[in-house]
């Protein structure tokens, strides 16, 4: 998808390069990293719910 953002981004600002394109999503992609991993720790070790391949498809209380 970095190919179809690049060429978006590039179309409304001209002087764009993958180095401005990089800079201005990594807080995003951080943002987004570190949010997706608290809620993992709160669905398995908080709530603790099965993950995984072997996990079954029904929870029950």
Do not use: D, H
């Amino acid at each position: 998808y970095f190919g179809l953002i690049l060429a978006v981004a590039s179309r409304y600002q001209k002087n764009l390069g993958i180095g401005t394109l990089v800079a201005t999503m990594l807080p995003y992609s951080m943002i987004f990293f570190v949010g997706w991993t608290v809620l993992f720790y709160l669905w398995v070790f908080v709530l603790g719910m099965p993950v995984g391949p072997g996990a079954p498809t029904y929870y029950t209380p």
